[in-house]
């Protein structure tokens, strides 16, 4: 053990002096070297660990995966590093499936899992080729792609509103209901027919009525939704963005976004998808996003990647009777005995990052494998499962992770951006939309573009829209308004506004509420109307580069200068969908009554009015034509007349 | 019509309206009384049903486990509350996050116009509690509320315990639908203003509050809970709010079903209902509950906490615990309390299932008993009967005033000459009396300062005495005022100005009778024979008697002494008086602080159109 430490010491020395060096060009050396440290500075965490590591000295305490963060972080911003970093180490094959599951447990003691599954493949869908064959890529979604000439398609369905104050940010972002975003190749002429074919087509895949997207809940943001894979169309006519706040997501659309995988839910991560588990849920997210890819660094070879995602977000109060902990069985009620065989790559990743002396939740088994990465500007660290290794199910040939608590605070979460919507205002004529915008950084100000969609039935009055923020008038530097027309299409309105640090942005718009023909209302019109989330997209800089209290371990060298490693993240918020009510007649006995009765009163108002403005006179009957003419006479003859 | 529009049989039926006039007036105002009366006779009467699908057959299981634990959390609440002198802001906010929920806080304060000396408030501070609990997989579009007023003293601490039982129990549950927001309110209703203000982001009344954090989506329903004693023998239920609004039926229509279910008693105007509908004692006594129904409904002023959620076209009701031992004392079985969360928690289950708002039952009702209620199209007609009379008066007018010269041959050019001094008699009585009513509304709040300096009384009582200075001083000024314009009030002149006044009050009454109908009834009850009757040609000071008997300000007086009896608490003059007094206060500030109407629209409408009237009473 003694010498074991010495070695330990010499890489000390060692990092030290490279770190020294290294210091100046970049840190993602030091605070790996930094982390490491830290590892050495408390080696003795696990007992596991130490355990086997005292039978087999050679082996280190806790292995680094390979991994450069760095590149997963400039790969894609927008997915979570880890799976993208994957794609340098993985070999040249004409199609390839992964399988990753993250689970990170939160700080209100709920646990979050989720699940990424991606197909690549190397064929080319695009300028009319006919694709035949297909392997671990669906079928049905081939076809699609080439069918409608679609460049990029992302598709998600939402049960429930993701909590940033509670639960942070998300890995991927979705609003509720249904969402729909797709790019078409500049070779289509008429976007707005194959747009309606495709989602029709969609509805029946996903089993969704996103066939109930038309023209009127359809816009083309400017600015908002940009193409996340290689693409040099950015011309949005080609772009089609659109939401159903009310969908109901259920297993009804889990059971064919199931059937899209490889493996089916027949092995691997996905024997746990089932659905009496899923939907037990505080928050349950499924998406699919297909986009091409460059298979290496020139681009010379497209390639084409399907990337479904499942996120879930399971209570620790309705589920937890009292017992502070989580394992495999008890949320998804199935342990996992083997990986995909399809599968390069099949892993469990646990967010470890604010437990390294587990002080706040025991792992159970624990695993010697870690893995940083940076994820949404924050430098995590994971433990590492490998389900394509035989050692990770262990004796009983089966896995069941362990998360047990131990201590849990439901405190707030104070995450550098986040928005709130609601209605403002009451009665059925007018109202207000708020829309609430914090910027939480403490010191650095940065853009946001906001997305509103409003339906045409809410008639904003966009002379009334004012951007405040700390009171005073914040003038959007970008804004791209189109006014709504009825039943055609809805407002669309998107502005770049620049958030002041540690501050509160609130833009509100009045409105009007339209009184609807009467075919128009739903079924169920005293529920409400929806009004789509808004969309706010941001660069927002980092908390690495923001991290200045020296109160975490760091080394001295590390700590001087305020590190660079990542200045800003993109990230996406989703407000919440608004339900307004709109002036609703009253579609039952009393409703036909008033009917009845203003039909009355109009038919009697008519011969009202006719008594009060005329008035009657009793009207001698017409003399005959004998009198008239002996009047006439008698009239010549200057004699009074008969 | 054609037998309106054949002038000879339309002048056969005019005669007969002139010539029957008066009997026919005084057969209406009884029909409309008796009908009124009838009302509360149960055969006449519908039985309670309830109309909402959602809530009526999906069957709940309540299986509230814990009322030992929130009797203790109610305990903890009184030693914290006792300890800060006030509402224990960080407890609530450490027990509610403690039970899983979101919690944030609200602050308000509020100068009152003058100081209140029922509540003894002047200057209000204070802060609500809130937290809410999310619903699963639901969008945040949604929310039920269940508050409890943190009241001063020892009361309500129950409820608040009761509350955050619910809260704990409820949090562990799967099924809800809908985000459920738990708050605690400080000055009752000026709290629970303050956060329905700023939940919806408005300001009607003026105060200051600092904007809401967390929220839920459109507010579906509310109950508020009022609770003071770990025993209770009843349950009440109170649906009078703002300016006479109800809630939907169904609101009522649930918390009997749930009492029924589980076996609790259940009151509305603090009486049991009784079966024997056909006794005397049994007609007067629902005859009582719906005249007390009445009056807190013309009162205009919320009842509970729920009063104000109704503005925002939010279902809400409150529910009090009564731990009575005055009557009915054979009848009652001591309930425990867990009998009562099982029934919040019903209620609340009910209300999560709703695929609407509460919208298919009735919004205009009166109730003579939990189990039975007046719709609107049953009391209307008392109204219409009341208000028949000044028409028939209305047109027997005018059948006056055209009649005469349509005589002559050249009666029109007559007409207009005669009536051409008759505007100007009529406008300036009109801008008078309305003057005279604005100063009834300005005055007393707006020179109580100067009252108080001149003359040795309390602010509160400066703003009524100053109320009723100006209202006795309005009956001394318009009845000699036109005779400064128009010289002699001719015979032509008082009938169009009463013609004018009579259709002014049918107007006003019937408008105010669609909003508030009991307000309109109470209103027309007294008014109408006033103005039906009125001719400068009565005796003087009979009628002078009669009409100031008959005045608003009179009808508020009786009204006190009414309900204080009919709530078996029958006070004496000096009291009553001094009950008068604090009613117009409380009114006064009613108006001010949550905007209820009542008070303007006297002012403003009623009396000035009254004092048309005692005008044409001292014409010559």
Redesign the interface.
């Known amino acids: 053990m003694a010498a074991h430490r010495c070695s330990y010491l010499a890489w000390l020395v060692f990092i030290f002096s490279l770190s020294g060096i290294l210091v100046a060009d970049g840190q993602e050396t030091t605070l790996s070297g930094d982390h490491l440290v830290s590892a050495v500075e408390n080696p003795q965490t696990d007992a596991e660990t130490e355990k086997r590591a005292a039978e087999e000295p050679a082996v280190e305490e806790r292995r680094w995966e390979a991994t450069r963060a760095a590149d997963a972080a400039e790969e894609n911003q927008e997915f979570p590093a880890s799976v993208a970093t994957v794609l340098s180490s993985t070999p040249q094959l004409k199609d390839d499936f992964q399988e990753e599951l993250v689970i990170r447990p939160l700080h209100s003691g709920d646990i979050y899992a989720s699940f990424h599954f991606r197909t690549l493949w190397e064929t080319d869908f695009m300028k009319g080729n006919k694709v035949s064959h297909y392997r671990l890529f669906p079928k049905s979604l081939g076809q699609v792609i080439s069918k409608f000439s679609v460049r990029e398609l992302h598709i998600s369905f939402t049960?429930?509103?993701w909590?940033t104050?509670?639960w942070g940010q998300p890995y991927l972002p979705s609003p509720?209901?249904a969402e729909l975003w797709v790019w078409f190749q500049d070779t289509v002429t008429d976007v707005d027919a194959t747009w309606k074919e495709l989602t029709n087509v969609l509805s029946g895949i996903f089993c969704a009525s996103l066939n109930f997207i038309d023209s009127t809940n359809t816009v083309q943001p400017s600015a908002s939704f940009k193409p996340l894979g290689i693409a040099n169309v950015t011309d949005h006519r080609f772009l089609r963005y659109a939401t159903l706040?009310r969908e109901i997501v259920c297993t009804e659309n889990l059971t064919p976004w199931k059937k899209l995988l490889p493996c089916g839910s027949k092995a691997g991560l996905a024997v746990l998808l089932k659905s009496e588990k899923l939907?037990?849920?505080?928050?349950?997210s499924q998406a699919v996003h297909i986009r091409p890819m460059c298979q290496d660094s020139q681009c010379k070879t497209p390639s084409w990647e399907l990337r479904q995602t499942l996120n879930v977000v399971f209570?620790?109060?309705?589920?937890g009777q009292g017992k502070q902990e989580w394992s495999l069985f008890k949320m998804f009620s199935r342990t996992l005995t083997e990986a995909c065989p399809l599968a390069s790559s099949s892993k469990i990743y646990i967010d470890i990052t604010d437990n390294p002396q587990e002080e706040q939740f025991e792992l159970i088994p624990a695993t010697p494998l870690l893995r940083q990465a940076v994820v949404l500007g924050d430098r995590r660290t994971f433990s590492v499962y490998d389900l394509t290794q035989q050692v990770t199910f262990g004796t009983v040939r089966s896995l069941n992770l362990l998360i047990r608590w131990k201590s849990t605070e439901?405190?707030?979460l104070r995450p550098l951006l986040h928005a709130?919507r609601?209605?403002?205002?009451?009665?059925?004529q007018t109202g207000?939309i708020?829309t609430l915008m914090y910027n939480n950084h403490p010191f650095r100000s940065f853009s946001v573009l906001l997305l509103d969609s409003v339906p045409w039935y809410l008639r904003l009055y966009i002379h009334t829209l004012t951007v405040t923020s700390k009171g005073k008038d914040n003038k959007p530097s970008y804004i791209h308004y189109q006014p709504s027309k009825d039943r055609i299409r809805p407002h669309l309105l998107e502005m770049l506004v620049q958030l002041p640090p540690h501050s509160v942005t609130e833009v509100t718009v009045q409105f009007e509420r339209a009184l609807l023909k009467w075919t128009e209302y739903t079924p169920?019109?005293?529920?409400?109307f929806?009004v789509g989330s808004s969309v706010i997209s941001a660069l927002v800089p980092s908390t690495v580069a923001m991290d200045t209290n020296n109160t975490q371990e760091r080394t001295l060298f590390s700590s001087f200068f305020p590190c660079k490693e990542e200045s800003s993240y993109f990230v996406r918020v989703y407000t919440?969908?608004?339900?307004?009510?709109l002036p609703t007649p009253?579609f039952?006995m009393p409703y036909n009554v008033i009917c009845l009765t203003c039909t009355v009163v109009a038919v009697?108002y008519g011969?009202?009015y006719?008594?009060l403005t005329r008035s009657?006179?009793?009207e001698e009957p017409n003399p005959g034509l004998a009198k008239r003419i002996a009047n006439i006479i008698r009239k010549m003859r200057g004699v009074p007349p008969l | 019509?054609g037998l309106?529009?054949?002038?000879?049989r339309?002048r056969a039926l005019i005669s007969m309206l002139t010539r029957l006039n008066a009997p026919i007036c005084m057969l209406c105002y009884c029909a409309g009384v008796c009908w009124f009366m009838g009302l509360a006779f149960e055969p006449f009467t519908l039985r309670t049903y309830m109309s909402e699908n959602a809530m009526g057959s999906t069957m709940v299981e309540e299986r509230f486990p814990a009322g030992e634990r929130a009797l203790a959390t109610a305990r903890e609440f009184a030693a914290h509350k006792k300890k800060v002198g006030g509402m224990p802001v960080d407890w609530l906010v450490k027990t509610m996050?403690a039970r899983?929920l979101?919690v944030f806080t609200q602050s308000f304060s509020r100068v009152l116009p003058f100081p209140d000396e029922n509540k003894e408030r002047y200057i209000v501070k204070g802060t609500n509690v809130y937290g809410i609990l999310?619903a699963?997989?639901?969008?945040?579009?949604?929310a039920l509320v269940l508050s409890a007023p943190c009241s001063p003293g020892d009361n309500n601490n129950q409820a608040v315990g009761l509350l955050l039982g619910l809260a704990h129990y409820f949090?562990?549950?799967?099924y809800w639908a809908k985000d459920i927001i738990f708050l605690v309110n400080e000055h009752d209703l000026i709290g629970m203003q303050a956060w329905l203000e700023g939940y919806?982001?408005?300001n009607t009344t003026g105060m200051k509050w600092t904007p809401l954090q967390?929220?839920g989506?459109?507010i579906q329903a509310a109950l508020s809970l009022e609770l003071s004693s770990d025993v209770i023998t009843s349950l009440d239920i109170v649906l009078e709010g703002l300016n006479g609004q109800l809630p939907n039926l169904d609101l009522a229509n649930l918390f009997y079903a749930f009492c029924q279910k589980i076996g609790v008693l259940c009151t509305i105007q603090g009486r049991l209902q009784r079966n024997d509908w056909d006794s005397v004692s049994g007609y007067s006594h629902a005859v009582q509950t719906m005249m007390l129904m009445v009056m807190k409904q013309a009162s205009g002023r919320p009842w509970g906490d729920h009063g104000l959620f109704l503005?925002?076209?939010i279902e809400a009701a409150t529910i009090s615990g009564i731990n009575s031992f005055r009557q009915y004392k054979t009848d009652l079985t001591t309930t425990g309390r867990s009998d009562l969360y099982r029934l919040v928690e019903g209620m609340y289950r009910k209300l999560n299932n709703l695929?609407?708002?509460l919208?298919?039952s009735y919004f205009f009702y009166l109730m003579p008993s939990l189990t039975h209620f007046v719709s609107i199209g049953y009391y209307m007609p008392a109204f219409g009967l009341l208000a028949v009379i000044l028409l028939l008066r209305a047109l027997d007018l005018w059948v006056q005033l055209v009649a005469p010269p349509a005589r002559t041959e050249d009666g029109i050019a007559e007409i207009e000459q005669q009536s051409s001094p008759g505007v100007r008699s009529v406008l300036t009585p009109l801008i008078i009396s309305h003057l005279t009513g604005a100063a009834l509304y300005l005055m007393p709040v707006h020179f109580q300062e100067m009252a108080v300096e001149h003359f040795p009384v309390s602010e509160t009582e400066a703003v009524v005495l100053t109320a009723i200075a100006v209202y006795t001083a309005g009956l001394a000024l318009p009845h000699n005022t036109h005779r400064l314009v128009s010289g002699e009030g001719t015979e032509q002149g008082w009938r169009v100005l009463k013609l004018v006044a009579v259709l002014y009050l049918a107007v006003l009454l019937g408008c105010t009778a669609l909003i508030n109908f009991s307000l309109g009834f109470i209103l027309a009850l007294t008014m109408v024979p006033v103005a039906a009757f009125v001719t400068p040609d009565v005796p003087k000071v009979l009628s002078a008697i009669v009409f100031v008997i008959l005045s608003p300000a009179c009808t508020l007086l009786f009204s006190v002494f009414l309900f204080q009896e009919l709530q078996d608490m029958p006070v004496s003059l000096q009291d009553g008086w001094m009950l008068y007094i604090s009613v117009i206060s409380q009114g006064i500030l009613d108006h001010y602080l949550f905007g209820s109407l009542v008070y303007p629209l006297i002012a403003l409408m009623v009396y000035p159109c009254w004092l048309l009237f005692w005008n044409i009473l001292f014409w010559k």
Do not use: C, K, W
């Open positions: 049960q429930g509103y909590r104050m509670q509720p209901g706040p939907f037990h849920s505080s928050f349950h209570d620790l109060h309705t589920s439901g405190h707030m709130e609601y209605v403002a205002g009451y009665g059925l207000e708020h169920d019109p005293n529920h409400g929806y919440e969908p608004l339900l307004v009510n009253d039952s009697g011969s009202l006719n008594l009657f006179q009793v | 019509m309106l529009s054949d002038p000879n339309r996050q899983g979101e999310r699963p997989r639901a969008p945040r579009t949604e949090r562990n549950q799967i919806h982001h408005t967390g929220r989506g459109s503005r925002y076209h695929l609407e708002r919208h298919q």
